[in-house]
């Protein structure tokens, strides 16, 4: 038994259990940070539940743990869970990054709408990408009758040109360099 010393008075308690109050932080602070934010859904299958704990809990705080002490190295604030968490989010979509020398490319749905009877759908229109490559291969009719109809815009070209999901991620890269935390 050891002799511990609390607010008002001691109490005594096992050298074990000392000795982890004493050392506990490292794990604990983590399940902490990790338990302000549950992504867990509602799942029959177990291991569901340990992919996205491990992928959107335990590797998110363990990452803002590390950022938060380059961050307070370089003499600047650290993270919250919620803002490291939405600084991610907008990372990984690539909204709100601005690069001075080259314009930030992101997929989004557009805006038109179509008219009449059908005013709650939205605009689609030939997907570059798979038109044009449609047209090398067999020519104009056959992408014309062919070629993926989508609904999505790049979002940082000047025209707002047409992509698929497949197409975009050929014909634009992604610049990470600047990510605002």
Avoid at 53 to 78: C, D, H, K, R, Y
Wanted: net charge positive; aromatic share 8%; charged share 25%.
């Amino acid at each position: 038994m050891e002799t511990v010393p609390r607010r008002r008075s001691t109490v005594s308690k096992p050298v074990m259990v000392a000795y982890y109050n004493k050392n506990k932080q490292g794990i604990d602070v983590s399940d902490q940070l990790a338990s302000y934010h549950n992504s867990l859904r509602k799942t029959i299958r177990w291991y569901h539940k340990v992919i996205i704990e491990l992928l959107l809990g335990t590797s998110v705080v363990n990452a803002m743990i590390l950022f938060n002490e380059q961050q307070l190295a370089a003499g600047l604030p650290a993270a919250s869970v919620t803002q490291f968490r939405e600084s991610l989010c907008k990372a990984m979509l690539q909204t709100g990054v601005n690069d001075e020398d080259k314009a930030i490319h992101y997929l989004r749905e557009t805006a038109q709408k179509e008219g009449g009877k059908r005013a709650d759908r939205r605009v689609r229109r030939y997907c570059i990408g798979c038109y044009d490559q449609m047209v090398k291969g067999a020519g104009r009719q056959v992408a014309k009758l062919k070629a993926k109809r989508v609904t999505t815009e790049c979002g940082g070209c000047t025209d707002n040109p047409r992509f698929c999901f497949d197409c975009f991620a050929k014909f634009h890269t992604c610049d990470l360099r600047k990510i605002p935390f």
